[in-house]
């Protein structure tokens, strides 16, 4: 079992940063390759951006290509999102999941590839 807690969200002017932190239960942590999707008001929950397990391969989702930035301290069993140059479409709920049993080097960027995800944190940016 994995739980995973969410932090890091709040209001923000469009261009500017947020990181956002995914903290992790278990002694695993280092074994699960991890992802953030997002959902916003009336739409349907959507990939962001993934990492593999050993923190080697990273994958984006087009629309944050370049603004966002996946990585991982298995350490200290947390996940992180960098969110720079953040638009009004970006304002969503962002979740963090954790994915069992991937091979090395692989990602994972549907939501039916992870077992385990966070309650959510609120990213609001205003225009």
């Known amino acids: 079992q994995v739980q995973l807690v969410e932090s890091g969200g709040g209001l923000v002017q469009a261009g500017g940063s947020l990181r956002l932190s995914c903290a992790a239960s278990?002694?695993?942590?280092?074994?699960?390759?991890m992802g953030w999707f997002r959902q916003a008001p009336g739409k349907e929950r959507e990939f962001v951006a993934c990492i593999s397990w050993s923190g080697g391969r990273t994958y984006y989702a087009d629309s944050v290509k370049g603004r966002f930035t996946i990585s991982r301290d298995n350490a200290k069993n947390t996940v992180y999102l960098q969110m720079n140059s953040l638009k009004p479409e970006d304002t969503a709920v962002y979740y963090c999941?954790?994915?069992?049993?991937?091979?090395?080097?692989?990602?994972?960027?549907?939501?039916?590839?992870?077992?385990?995800w966070g309650q959510g944190t609120q990213v609001t940016v205003s225009s």
């Open positions: 999941a954790a994915a069992r049993g991937t091979p090395y080097g692989v990602v994972v960027i549907t939501e039916g590839g992870y077992e385990y």
């Open positions: 278990g002694r695993t942590f280092s074994s699960y390759a």
